[in-house]
């Protein structure tokens, strides 16, 4: 039977430009063992004695160089089986969001892009990043829809 662990997080950073939200797509390394040069959104694993915010705070700065405004919980989770391990993942989804727009990323990844909901979901390699860009997006539009997100205070 598969063991179920949650070591992992994503985090969707955005940014308002012209009234319009961006999102911030990462490419991996093409000398990444796994999934090298597609495009995807910030993850990380969760680091002994941090919390799954924390590792997503942590993440957007060590793989973008960006300071975080506000953080926000999505209302659902990621889940995905690996083989390898025998293991099923829940991932924590966030949403950050940020003013800055100079990107300095990290080794593990090559390029990077600030793309509208539409751009960003069709260059997402994962169906859940394309759906939850879509989801985040909708959601960040009206004060009304936001309050489904839960924000964290740090």
Same mark, same amino acid.
């Given at each position: 039977?598969?063991?179920?662990?949650?070591?992992?997080? !994503?985090?969707?950073?955005?940014?308002?430009?012209?009234? /319009?939200?961006?999102?911030?797509?990462?490419?991996?390394?093409?000398?990444?063992?796994?999934?090298?040069?597609?495009?995807?959104?910030?993850?990380?694993?969760?680091?002994?004695? !941090?919390? *799954?915010? @924390?590792? *997503?705070?942590? $993440?957007? /700065? &060590? !793989?973008?160089?960006?300071?975080? @405004?506000?953080?926000? %919980?999505?209302?659902? +989770?990621?889940?995905?089986?690996?083989?390898?391990?025998?293991?099923?993942?829940?991932?924590?989804?966030? %949403?950050?969001?940020?003013?800055?727009?100079?990107?300095?990323?990290?080794? !593990?990844?090559? &390029?990077?892009?600030?793309?509208?909901?539409? /751009?960003?979901?069709?260059?997402?390699?994962?169906?859940?990043?394309?759906?939850? %860009?879509?989801?985040? $997006?909708?959601?960040?539009? +009206?004060?009304?829809?936001?309050?489904?997100?839960?924000?964290?205070?740090?």
């Amino acid at each position: 039977m598969p063991k179920i662990n949650s070591i992992y997080i !994503e985090c969707y950073v955005a940014r308002k430009f012209k009234g /319009k939200f961006k999102f911030l797509l990462l490419k991996r390394a093409e000398n990444d063992k796994l999934y090298p040069g597609i495009w995807q959104i910030i993850t990380g694993r969760i680091e002994k004695g !941090e919390k *799954a915010f @924390e590792t *997503a705070l942590r $993440e957007v /700065k &060590e !793989e973008s160089g960006l300071n975080p @405004e506000r953080l926000f %919980v999505l209302p659902h +989770t990621t889940t995905f089986y690996s083989p390898r391990t025998d293991s099923i993942s829940l991932i924590p989804l966030f %949403v950050c969001i940020v003013d800055e727009a100079d990107v300095t990323i990290s080794d !593990e990844h090559s &390029e990077f892009m600030w793309l509208d909901v539409q /751009k960003a979901s069709q260059k997402l390699y994962f169906k859940s990043q394309k759906e939850n %860009v879509k989801f985040i $997006e909708s959601n960040l539009r +009206t004060k009304e829809r936001l309050k489904t997100f839960t924000e964290i205070k740090f």
